[in-house]
């Protein structure tokens, strides 16, 4: 156990439809990223928030969106599902953000499997 | 923008040894982190760069030149378990940015 916690483990759900995706960092841990990966692909970055805050965007479709709660958890929506969303989603945190070098490991939880039918 | 180019794959015979590159077209980066991934679960980190140099950690080592734009991870007295993907990865602006990995296959 990472101590990061990503629920559901699994999803199947239909093209157009809406999801949300949660994560819980590991305790003492400020930021938390979200990632997409595809069959053989690698690892997507899509956003990354520190404590509360959006701090970073990568390629994050418009129709997906996240946030950081108070308490640090995140949540990541998917919506207007279409076949090409299935994949793995990985929430990941670090202790730190920036320059901070605590900033470059991230513990990773075990993953959303999403498959759009 | 950034990119990290990694070989897609690599062969070793076990108790050999195996060195995975990672070059990139990126600068003002933190450092350069590696991860490993095993079929059906979810990356680990390894190993971090944060000056140009060799870190080692047991069996695994990794070294950066900011210079050459290059890093990579050795992997020593291969193991069947070792089989796995391996990322390298940096941290440029808050975004912790991936390569597409390399698939790591060790034959007995």
């Known amino acids: 156990d990472s101590g990061v916690t990503q629920t559901p483990k699994h999803l199947i759900t239909a093209t157009g439809q809406r999801v949300t995706l949660r994560c819980s960092p590991r305790?003492?841990?400020?930021?938390v990223y979200w990632y997409q990966q595809s069959l053989d692909q690698g690892l997507q970055f899509l956003i990354q928030y520190y404590n509360g805050e959006e701090r970073a965007k990568g390629n994050i479709l418009e129709r997906f969106s996240a946030q950081q709660f108070p308490d640090l958890h995140s949540e990541l929506n998917l919506s207007s599902l279409e076949l090409g969303d299935s994949a793995l989603y990985f929430c990941?945190?670090?202790?730190?953000?920036?320059?901070?070098?605590?900033?470059?490991?991230?513990?990773f939880g075990a993953g959303s499997r999403l498959t759009v039918l | 923008g950034q990119s990290l180019e990694q070989p897609s794959e690599v062969t070793a015979v076990e108790g050999a040894i195996v060195q995975i590159n990672c070059t990139y077209q990126?600068?003002?980066?933190?450092?350069l982190s590696w991860y490993q991934q095993h079929d059906g679960g979810a990356p680990t980190f390894l190993s971090y760069?944060?000056?140009?140099g060799l870190e080692e950690t047991g069996r695994f080592s990794s070294f950066l030149s900011r210079s050459d734009s290059y890093g990579y991870l050795l992997l020593q007295e291969l193991q069947m378990k070792d089989s796995a993907s391996y990322f390298c990865?940096?941290?440029?602006?808050?975004?912790?940015?991936f390569g597409k990995g390399t698939r790591l296959h060790i034959l007995p």
């Open positions: 760069n944060g000056l140009d």
């Open positions: 990941a945190s670090s202790v730190g953000s920036g320059a901070n070098s605590g900033a470059n490991v991230l513990t």
């Open positions: 990126t600068s003002g980066f933190y450092g």
């Open positions: 990865a940096v941290n440029r602006d808050d975004k912790i940015i």
């Open positions: 305790s003492g841990d400020l930021s």
